[in-house]
């Protein structure tokens, strides 16, 4: 079993910044990939970005330029440093973690963290 926790979250004003953490724990697994999602109120879940383990990134065209995924490949930890943000960007933030366990590939996600940006 994978474990994957996100914290960071919270309230800022239009322009300002945050920086999310997820942690994935557990035993015997390998990370193929970690992301970030959100998903605002009425609308569905999107990629906002991802990170391979080889560290190849790529980003939801709004974020480009404003926020950057990074990783701790020893701690199996990601972060999300989102600058100059925008009330667009308010959403509940979702880490997924895409991991091998055994020879199979699961899919794990966080319980989320609220992101509210004021204008």
């Known amino acids: 079993q994978v474990q994957v926790v996100e914290s960071g979250g919270g309230l800022v004003q239009s322009g300002g910044s945050l920086r999310l953490s997820c942690a994935a724990s557990g035993s015997s697994f390998s990370i193929n990939a970690m992301s970030w999602y959100r998903q605002a109120p009425g609308k569905e879940r999107e990629l906002v970005a991802r990170i391979t383990n080889s560290g190849r990134t790529n980003y939801a065209d709004s974020v480009k330029g404003r926020f950057t995924i990074s990783r701790d490949n020893f701690e199996n930890r990601i972060f999300l440093q989102m600058d100059s943000l925008k009330p667009e960007d308010s959403a509940v933030y979702y880490c997924?973690?895409?991991?091998?366990?055994?020879?199979?590939?699961?899919?794990?996600w966080g319980q989320g963290t609220q992101v509210t940006v004021s204008s």
């Open positions: 997924n973690g895409n991991v091998r366990v055994r020879g199979y590939d699961y899919s794990y």
